[in-house]
């Protein structure tokens, strides 16, 4: 019964006439789970099958539940196998510095990393002293302090500290150490990343924002950090504060420079119009230099030299403005100019002798004629009169002329920009060539058949168009070779172009619209 596969595991309970101990014993060891000698009652009967159907059921119930639960141990077994396998190969493999320690400072475990870095194998740093062994000296005694800190408070802290490899050779590492509780110890968990390089940068950094910082404030020239947006001034150096004659840097923060500038250039362009163009070219190029005509605050104006600089700073850039006062460069200037004006008076000097003497020839010789009728006949006829009187007076308006020209052209006075028509100037200028420069040189015009109007320095460009024509007057007369021959032809003309992209290309300054081209040409050598 017992060998049937389908029968093996029913309950058998054996009914028997035989009551001794002996018999049911051996009801017992055959495999019956109950024996009930006769006579049988039938309450009792029922009783104890549906008690051992039970049992059974029971037992079937136990046995699924053990086998579940020996499966879910060998489960949670394999998995906690595999997160100790795990957590080992990430303890070892990670590129962080891992080390535990004990409450008396020996070294439980080291990853891989660590010891690499330190030239130590692992039997040679478990149950070591880990500050004996790692730390300066000069820093064991408050890293000891740390630890009984974390100890007592029982809360993870963040910290640098340098440690020693094998050789001697000290590294700094950032820490992360926390204390572990276990049911049998406890222990610190550490575990850190080299900052020695960044360390480097971070002091290298500072010593380079000192060294800025000192360059900064000794300047002699004033420097300005500002915004690019607003233009407004974040920094200021105590030479800034000294140029614009401001009691402090503070005085110019948030202010503009806008703000230290009249309300037009010197060239009569609006102020805010010639920054805007400045900055974008800044923002565009990296940095422009020019000539700027600020204001200190007390009203007083002055030229300056401005390097503004675009400085890149990560994901946004600001703008540096470099400024130097050339108000003393300005007056050398001017009087360089003077002394050019005068040169260039000297070298006309001999012409407009010759020409004056031509005209004071043509008055003194009328004066003759007439003194002598006079002291012969005692009286000049009235024709003969004005005819004398026209010549002298023409002679005079010529040296009149002669003489405005020349106290204009040497004349001291600052820049005016006013409309000036460049065909007045040019024949202004023609005008004195044709009295100064030697006979020998054709002078050509080509005037524009309209005003050409401009705003300009009227003495500045006739001392520009003078200059150049006396250069081309010697460029065909005293520059030539002993056998060649003296003269030439100097043209002057005056065009109006428009300037298309090509020319804007070439000349960066340029805008599309239309210019006065001015043209000065010679024959002569060079």
Same mark, same amino acid.
């Given at each position: 019964?017992?060998?049937?596969?389908?029968?093996?595991?029913?309950?058998?309970?054996?009914?028997?006439?035989?009551?001794?101990?002996?018999?049911?014993?051996?009801?017992?060891?055959?495999?019956?789970?109950?024996?009930?000698?006769?006579?049988?009652?039938?309450?009792?009967?029922?009783?104890?099958?549906?008690?051992?159907?039970?049992?059974?059921?029971?037992?079937?119930?136990?046995?699924?539940?053990?086998?579940?639960?020996?499966?879910?141990?060998?489960?949670?077994?394999?998995?906690?196998?595999?997160?100790?396998?795990?957590?080992?190969?990430?303890?070892?493999?990670? =590129?962080?510095?891992?080390?535990?320690?004990?409450?008396?400072?020996?070294?439980?475990?080291?990853?891989?990393?660590?010891?690499?870095?330190?030239?130590?194998?692992?039997?040679?740093?478990?149950?070591?002293?880990?500050?004996?062994?790692?730390?300066?000296?000069?820093?064991?005694?408050?890293?000891?302090?740390?630890?009984?800190?974390?100890?007592?408070?029982?809360?993870?802290?963040?910290?640098?500290?340098?440690?020693?490899?094998?050789?001697?050779?000290?590294?700094?590492?950032?820490?992360?150490?926390?204390?572990?509780?276990?049911?049998?110890?406890?222990?610190?968990?550490?575990?850190?990343?080299?900052?020695?390089?960044?360390?480097?940068?971070?002091?290298?950094?500072?010593?380079?924002?000192?060294?800025?910082?000192?360059?900064?404030?000794?300047?002699?020239?004033?420097?300005?950090?500002?915004?690019?947006?607003?233009?407004?001034?974040?920094?200021?150096?105590?030479?800034?504060?000294?140029?614009?004659?401001?009691?402090?840097?503070?005085?110019?923060?948030?202010?503009?420079?806008?703000?230290?500038? =009249?309300?037009?250039?010197?060239?009569?362009?609006?102020?805010?119009?010639?920054?805007?163009?400045?900055?974008?070219?800044?923002?565009?190029?990296?940095?422009?230099?020019?000539?700027?005509?600020?204001?200190?605050?007390?009203?007083?104006?002055?030229?300056?030299?401005?390097?503004?600089?675009?400085?890149?700073?990560?994901?946004?850039?600001?703008?540096?403005?470099?400024?130097?006062?050339?108000?003393?460069?300005?007056?050398?200037?001017?009087?360089?100019?003077?002394?050019?004006?005068?040169?260039?008076?000297?070298?006309?000097?001999?012409?407009?002798?010759?020409?004056?003497?031509?005209?004071?020839?043509?008055?003194?010789?009328?004066?003759?004629?007439?003194?002598?009728?006079?002291?012969?006949?005692?009286?000049?006829?009235?024709?003969?009169?004005?005819?004398?009187?026209?010549?002298?007076?023409?002679?005079?308006?010529?040296?009149?002329?002669?003489?405005?020209?020349?106290?204009?052209?040497?004349?001291?006075?600052?820049?005016?920009?006013?409309?000036?028509?460049?065909?007045?100037?040019?024949?202004?200028?023609?005008?004195?060539?044709?009295?100064?420069?030697?006979?020998?040189?054709?002078?050509?015009?080509?005037?524009?058949?309209?005003?050409?109007?401009?705003?300009?320095? =009227?003495?500045?460009?006739?001392?520009?168009?003078?200059?150049?024509?006396?250069?081309?007057?010697?460029?065909?007369?005293?520059?030539?070779?002993?056998?060649?021959?003296?003269?030439?032809?100097?043209?002057?003309?005056?065009?109006?172009?428009?300037?298309?992209?090509?020319?804007?290309?070439?000349?960066?300054?340029?805008?599309?619209?239309?210019?006065?081209?001015?043209?000065?040409?010679?024959?002569?050598?060079?």
């Amino acid at each position: 019964f017992k060998q049937d596969q389908k029968l093996k595991n029913t309950p058998i309970i054996f009914l028997s006439a035989l009551s001794d101990t002996k018999e049911i014993v051996k009801g017992f060891k055959v495999g019956g789970v109950d024996y009930i000698a006769k006579p049988i009652q039938k309450e009792e009967l029922i009783a104890r099958i549906s008690a051992h159907l039970t049992i059974r059921m029971l037992q079937k119930e136990m046995e699924l539940m053990y086998t579940q639960l020996e499966k879910r141990v060998k489960l949670r077994t394999q998995k906690l196998q595999q997160q100790i396998e795990l957590n080992l190969e990430l303890f070892q493999k990670n =590129p962080a510095y891992i080390v535990t320690i004990d409450h008396n400072m020996k070294i439980m475990r080291m990853n891989n990393k660590m010891l690499d870095v330190l030239h130590f194998e692992l039997n040679e740093v478990i149950e070591n002293d880990f500050i004996k062994l790692f730390i300066p000296e000069n820093d064991q005694e408050e890293l000891k302090n740390l630890f009984n800190m974390i100890e007592v408070s029982n809360k993870a802290t963040i910290h640098e500290n340098i440690l020693k490899d094998r050789f001697g050779k000290e590294i700094i590492i950032e820490w992360y150490t926390s204390k572990i509780k276990q049911k049998d110890t406890n222990f610190f968990f550490c575990i850190g990343i080299d900052i020695t390089h960044r360390k480097k940068a971070e002091n290298d950094l500072l010593e380079s924002e000192e060294r800025y910082r000192t360059l900064f404030n000794l300047s002699r020239d004033a420097l300005m950090i500002m915004d690019p947006i607003t233009l407004k001034i974040i920094k200021a150096n105590p030479q800034a504060a000294k140029l614009f004659n401001c009691k402090n840097e503070q005085e110019l923060i948030s202010k503009t420079p806008l703000d230290f500038s =009249p309300k037009f250039q010197a060239d009569g362009t609006l102020t805010t119009e010639k920054a805007k163009e400045i900055v974008n070219l800044t923002i565009k190029e990296g940095s422009q230099f020019f000539e700027w005509l600020h204001k200190r605050v007390n009203g007083e104006n002055f030229f300056s030299t401005v390097l503004l600089s675009k400085i890149q700073l990560k994901d946004q850039f600001i703008l540096q403005g470099t400024t130097r006062d050339i108000t003393d460069q300005k007056i050398i200037e001017e009087q360089l100019k003077q002394i050019q004006k005068m040169e260039t008076v000297g070298t006309l000097a001999g012409g407009i002798a010759h020409d004056f003497n031509n005209v004071l020839g043509g008055i003194i010789g009328s004066l003759s004629v007439l003194k002598r009728n006079l002291d012969k006949h005692g009286f000049v006829e009235i024709d003969k009169l004005k005819k004398y009187i026209d010549t002298m007076f023409k002679a005079g308006d010529r040296a009149s002329k002669i003489v405005k020209q020349l106290l204009t052209l040497s004349h001291k006075q600052k820049f005016q920009f006013v409309s000036v028509d460049l065909n007045q100037s040019i024949e202004n200028i023609l005008r004195i060539c044709e009295n100064t420069i030697d006979k020998s040189i054709e002078i050509k015009p080509v005037f524009y058949d309209q005003p050409a109007m401009v705003m300009i320095d =009227p003495t500045q460009i006739e001392q520009i168009l003078l200059n150049v024509c006396i250069n081309a007057s010697h460029a065909m007369t005293t520059m030539r070779k002993k056998n060649e021959k003296w003269g030439g032809k100097l043209s002057v003309s005056l065009k109006q172009i428009f300037a298309d992209e090509y020319f804007c290309q070439t000349h960066l300054e340029a805008k599309k619209k239309r210019y006065w081209e001015l043209t000065i040409e010679d024959t002569g050598i060079g």
